[in-house]
């Protein structure tokens, strides 16, 4: 009988603090995913994918967050790795600091394989040294699979860090589709009247989030009506135009939104990560059309006039236009909608992003 494959899942700090809370908001439909990014859903009787994260006792014992961080750091974390075949992080600073930990000399050969992905790295480093550089590049040289979401960023990686072409792996990135369907549960935003239809949607949290295009937006067309849903501090505390509104939604009220908008608009500065992908993605589950800027990869997650429509960044003469064509031609909003939803189903969702990362785990494992 072959071993059972044990692999460990890394979120860092928040997450693993607060993942009761997600199991928790996931069962009480409050939450997108059984854990977040669904690594877990792989589990079967020759998985075991494990989150790190606090127990109870942990929580209840470690009463500062200070404790909290050396404990999970510098105690949890490297203990918890001696128990897995490999391990697996989502957020660039966790898979840094776990390949840290592998360096250590021949303590670190007893840690596991690492797959890691990372989001932030290459337009991060533009504004490193070429000190920060050699030394991120002797880091991602311990990591054994280094993932991303844009197939654009592998020439930069090669380039910038000189990695290993055959460590370097494209997984386009998922959403659990079924969270966003439209037949789930949603609720009316606190502050909007539930007859409020009609309106174009902005979904965003990110730096990339070009908010000066959006706000020129709404002042060219003063007769539309906007919402910006966002997480962002910054994004919320801003200054719109009188016929915007600003908010932050929870899961059921971003379907709420998704489901009444007429279309859904993410303008973007330029960036390598594929910034507003989960965006695109969200809208297509909920057979909504899309009008993004078009940076590097996005034509990975959107095919130009059959899923959404694509503009030049900074663009906004091009994204009035295209705002006003699915306006006033709500059949091909329609038609882009649908055709969203077939596109993305089978192919952008966590059941396919675990898969690959299980996948990927076999083949550094040989087994």
Request: aromatic share 12%; glycine share 4%; proline share 4%.
């Amino acid at each position: 009988m072959s071993k059972r494959l044990k692999v460990g899942v890394f979120l860092g700090y928040k997450i693993a603090y607060n993942l009761d809370k997600w199991r928790k908001d996931y069962l009480n439909d409050e939450a997108n995913d059984t854990a977040p990014y669904g690594y877990d859903r792989v589990n079967g009787k020759d998985v075991n994918v494990e989150y790190i994260s606090f127990n109870k006792f942990e929580r209840k014992i470690l009463f500062n967050k200070y404790l909290q961080y050396v404990y999970l750091y510098f105690i949890k974390l490297p203990i918890k790795l001696l128990e897995y075949d490999v391990i697996w992080t989502h957020y660039d600073k966790d898979g840094l600091y776990i390949a840290k930990l592998k360096s250590i000399p021949v303590v670190g050969k007893i840690f596991p394989k690492q797959i890691s992905c990372f989001v932030w790295l290459i337009d991060n480093s533009r504004e490193f040294d070429n000190t920060k550089k050699r030394r991120v590049s002797y880091l991602l040289r311990k990591i054994d699979k280094i993932i991303f979401h844009s197939p654009t960023e592998k020439v930069k990686f090669m380039e910038i860090f000189n990695c290993d072409e055959k460590k370097l792996q494209y997984v386009p990135f998922g959403i659990n589709i079924e969270a966003y369907s439209p037949d789930k549960k949603d609720i009316v935003p606190a502050g909007i009247k539930d007859n409020l239809s009609g309106f174009i949607l902005s979904v965003g949290t990110d730096i990339h989030r070009d908010m000066d295009l959006f706000k020129k937006i709404t002042e060219v067309l003063p007769n539309y009506k906007f919402i910006l849903a966002t997480a962002n501090p910054k994004y919320l505390q801003e200054k719109y135009n009188k016929n915007t509104i600003v908010l932050k939604a929870n899961l059921q009220e971003i379907r709420w939104l998704y489901k009444k908008c007429r279309c859904v608009i993410i303008p973007l500065k330029y960036n390598e990560h594929v910034s507003g992908c989960t965006t695109i993605l969200e809208a297509g589950a909920m057979h909504k059309s899309v009008i993004v800027s078009d940076v590097p990869g996005i034509r990975e997650y959107l095919l130009e006039n059959k899923t959404g429509l694509i503009v030049p960044v900074g663009d906004i003469d091009a994204m009035k236009e295209s705002i006003i064509a699915l306006i006033n031609n709500p059949s091909l909003a329609d038609e882009l909608g649908e055709n969203a939803f077939n596109y993305i189903r089978d192919k952008f969702t966590t059941d396919n992003w675990a898969k690959a990362h299980l996948e990927l785990s076999r083949e550094i494992l040989k087994i």
